[in-house]
């Protein structure tokens, strides 16, 4: 099946700094999601991004999807912005989950 | 507004029990999905439905059960086989050219 690769597999930042977080892709897709796991658990669903470039806010993601990698971007890190964060990808079977990002933002 | 709606948030299982946890979508799509999550760890899939009355196994689908008899309703059943049914449990829904879109959980302790 598809393997889904997040790096870093942890991060530290202060807040105000930006980040790239990289999800890499063995087979091609037709879906590809970034979610954040606030500390309650719940999967906040970021982009829904199988190709191109979206922006939201302080976050931006962009999928190559020829290459197999997308890459999130988080601008002026906050500390709410704290958690996990994952990729995961659909090809011929439901979503495929990364192992995740773990973000700390420190004030 | 349209969700997914899992319950209980927590729920406890003595050894040998058998448990269910709920489902319940309001968005009319017609894919559901059962992911399990242990601490520290991505989602597995544990089993999926694209279609009412009709179901696949994920990838660790051994010790649980489910049924889809109504589009908006898929629960899933921890079973007495399930060795190490702890963990975080989250059901989700999709609908094509949209994503999936997740419920808030469910944390199942063995006690």
């Known amino acids: 099946g598809i393997q889904v690769e997040q790096s870093p597999p942890d991060l530290i930042l202060q807040e105000g700094a930006n980040s790239t977080l990289r999800c890499n892709f063995s087979?091609?897709?037709?879906?590809l999601q970034w979610f954040h796991q606030n500390p309650w658990g719940q999967l906040i669903n970021l982009f829904y991004?199988?190709?191109g470039t979206k922006q939201n806010g302080r976050l931006s993601a962009t999928t190559v999807a020829t290459e197999r990698y997308s890459l999130l971007y988080i601008s002026s890190s906050q500390t709410t912005d704290s958690g996990v964060y994952f990729c995961?990808?659909?090809?011929?079977?439901?979503?495929?989950f990364g192992k995740g990002t773990r973000l700390s933002v420190i004030a | 507004d349209g969700g997914i709606t899992q319950s209980p948030k927590y729920l406890f299982r003595k050894e040998g029990q058998n448990v269910t946890l709920s489902c319940e979508q309001n968005?009319?799509?017609?894919?559901m999905y059962w992911y399990r999550q242990d601490p520290g760890q991505g989602l597995r899939l544990i089993y999926y439905?694209?279609?009412?009355?009709?179901?696949q196994k994920g990838d660790i689908a051994e010790g649980y059960s489910v049924s889809r008899e109504k589009k908006e309703s898929f629960p899933l059943t921890v079973t007495s086989a399930q060795k190490n049914p702890t963990a975080f449990y989250l059901c989700?829904?999709?609908?094509?050219?949209?994503?999936?879109?997740f419920g808030s959980g469910t944390r199942l302790t063995v006690v």
């Open positions: 439905s694209q279609i009412v009355n009709d179901f």
């Open positions: 968005l009319n799509h017609d894919a």
């Open positions: 989700a829904s999709s609908r094509l050219n949209y994503g999936y879109t």
């Open positions: 995961a990808v659909e090809g011929n079977t439901p979503l495929v």
């Open positions: 087979d091609s897709v037709n879906n």
């Open positions: 991004i199988p190709s």
